[in-house]
């Protein structure tokens, strides 16, 4: 699974980055749950953009896109 992760700024500039794959974390709903993106780097020495997630978070759907908003008070 490989998505575009895309966070929009107040200024109206964005950044966007490929993610190369997605990772679920297996854990029971009652322990803390989480989403990660991070940096790492392949055995070729190429940069790749990974993202990882437990399990229940998604309830077991594949996601379709995620949006990072500000709330106004």
């Given at each position: 699974?490989?998505?575009t992760l895309r966070i929009e700024f107040e200024?109206?500039?964005f950044w966007?980055?490929?993610l190369d794959r997605?990772?679920?974390l297996?854990?029971?709903p009652e322990?803390?749950?989480s989403i990660e993106f991070r940096e790492t780097v392949d055995k070729g020495g190429n940069r790749k953009w990974v993202m990882a997630f437990t399990e229940?978070?998604?309830q077991g759907m594949k996601f379709r896109s995620i949006t990072i908003?500000?709330?106004t008070p």
């Open positions: 699974m490989t998505a200024d109206g500039t966007e980055q490929e997605a990772i679920a297996r854990v029971s322990r803390k749950q229940p978070v998604m908003t500000k709330n």
